[in-house]
Nanobody
Framework: QVELVESGGGLVQAGGSLRLSCVAS???????????MGWFRQPAGKEREFVAA????????DYRDSVKGRFTISRDNALKTVYLRMNNLTPEDTAVYYC?????????????????WGQGSQVTVSS
């Protein structure tokens, strides 16, 4: 069982920055470092979509094309925390952002491959 709690969302003007944090509580035989972590987002009225993922030791990252160069995913395994730094935000980035975890080292951008989800954090970008 893995519980995820996001924080750091809010309202920001276009061109601004935010950093989302996700703290994990792991109640399995696995350590946090053995989970691949991801961020997804769901704009109002739309499907949940992949944003970024990071491997267990942080050596591999993946991003959706529209956020490359603007968003950075990172993790601190000692703190059991994953971050999403978002720069140069646009109104199209407005969504509820979800943290997700999947056991193992394989990277994935598929929503269905992640087993654990946080409750979500609203990010609103005004024009």
């Amino acid at each position: 069982q893995v519980e995820l709690v996001e924080s750091g969302g809010g309202l920001v003007q276009a061109g601004g920055s935010l950093r989302l944090s996700c703290v994990a509580s792991v109640r399995t035989f696995r350590t946090f470092a053995t989970y691949t972590m991801g961020w997804f987002r769901q704009p109002a009225g739309k499907e949940r979509e992949f944003v970024a993922a990071i491997s267990g030791i942080g050596g591999t990252t993946d991003y959706r094309d529209s956020v490359k160069g603007r968003f950075t995913i990172s993790r601190d395994n000692a703190l059991k925390t994953v971050y999403l730094r978002m720069n140069n935000l646009t109104p199209e980035d407005t969504a509820v952002y979800y943290c997700a975890a999947r056991p193992g080292a394989s990277m994935s951008n598929s929503r269905g491959s992640f087993d654990y989800w946080g409750q979500g954090s609203q990010v609103t970008v005004s024009s």
